[in-house]
């Protein structure tokens, strides 16, 4: 498995995951398992007294690797510090090259307009080559 995380301005981030194992990960159960893992991690971390609050998943269609590819939207507030900041993180599987992509991004709402841009470029002009052996 190979991960690469690509973070933006204002803490927005792309995470790009690479495994045949991913071929049969089903993208709904991938995603909700992450906001488990996020709620988790907040909870553990006592220091920030981050909570998560309750997510909303979506479906929804962007381009990735320059084909329409199917995804999830989860949206859910960061609270923190006195501050609720609402996020939304989203989800897509693509097959690339032998291997399988799962690709998540996440942005805080307030930053999202900025981060739109950056997120298209990564995502549609994905590509993956695997390496020859």
Do not use: C, W
């Amino acid at each position: 498995m190979r991960s690469i995380d690509l973070e933006g301005p204002n803490e927005a981030v792309v995470t790009l995951m690479f495994s045949p194992f991913f071929s049969g990960q089903d993208i709904e159960k991938f995603a909700a398992a992450a906001a488990r893992n996020r709620a988790d991690a907040a909870r553990a971390n006592t220091a920030q007294q981050a909570r998560m609050g309750p997510v909303t998943a979506t479906p929804i269609t962007r381009q990735v690797a320059g084909k329409e590819n199917k995804g999830v939207s989860q949206r859910f507030v960061v609270s923190m510090l006195g501050q609720n900041l609402p996020h939304e993180a989203r989800f897509f599987k693509a097959a690339l090259d032998g291997t399988t992509a799962i690709i998540m991004t996440q942005v805080a709402d307030e930053d999202a307009k900025g981060a739109e841009p950056g997120f298209a470029m990564a995502l549609d002009t994905l590509r993956y080559h695997a390496a020859k052996r």
